[in-house]
């Protein structure tokens, strides 16, 4: 309803969803396709990466139960892309981060500095970055960029620089 209403005035209108993606199924993807939602998963990187953070009740990781759903959305054509939340848990290891994501065939990510939200804000003093190792890891990122060691497209350099 707010789509077509948006189409009628002219503008264009967006609806995105963030998830983990455990549970998503061929029939949630159909819905939200139907509904025009397009889905954001959250994965930092290769399985170590993510399941330092990223668990299940019980500290079982969600790895492989997210990266199912990303070979569930990339069977429908979606799902090349991810938000990386960075942290003192892996802020260290973004070539690992990277190859991650080059194994399972996304093309882009969204490098985001971890904040006091949720499980985080509990965790805080383990997981939060100094300005200073954030701006180090995005710096070694634009590097392995620029000298042709990543084609995985950060959004938020791209959109600092195309706007």
Not at 23 to 46: A, F, P
Not at 53 to 61: C, E, H, Q, S, Y
Not at 82 to 95: E, G, Q
Request: aromatic share 6%; net charge positive; charged share 25%.
């Amino acid at each position: 309803m707010l789509a077509s209403a948006a189409e009628k005035g002219g503008k264009d209108l967006a609806f995105c969803a963030q998830s983990n993606g455990t549970l998503i199924t061929e029939d949630l993807l159909q819905r939200l396709e139907k509904l025009r939602i397009s889905v954001n998963l959250s994965l930092d990187g290769d399985r170590v990466s993510n399941d330092m953070t990223r668990v299940f009740p019980g500290d079982k990781g969600t790895y492989s139960a997210i990266t199912r759903a990303i070979a569930l959305m990339q069977k429908k054509g979606c799902g090349k892309a991810a938000i990386c939340v960075v942290s003192k848990a892996n802020y260290r290891r973004l070539d690992k981060i990277l190859a991650g994501y080059t194994k399972l065939g996304m093309a882009g990510i969204k490098l985001n500095p971890v904040t006091r939200n949720g499980r985080a804000s509990e965790d805080w003093e383990r997981l939060a970055l100094e300005p200073s190792e954030f701006l180090r890891f995005h710096t070694q990122y634009l590097d392995m960029v620029s000298n042709g060691d990543c084609s995985i497209v950060d959004e938020n350099t791209a959109t600092m620089l195309l706007g």
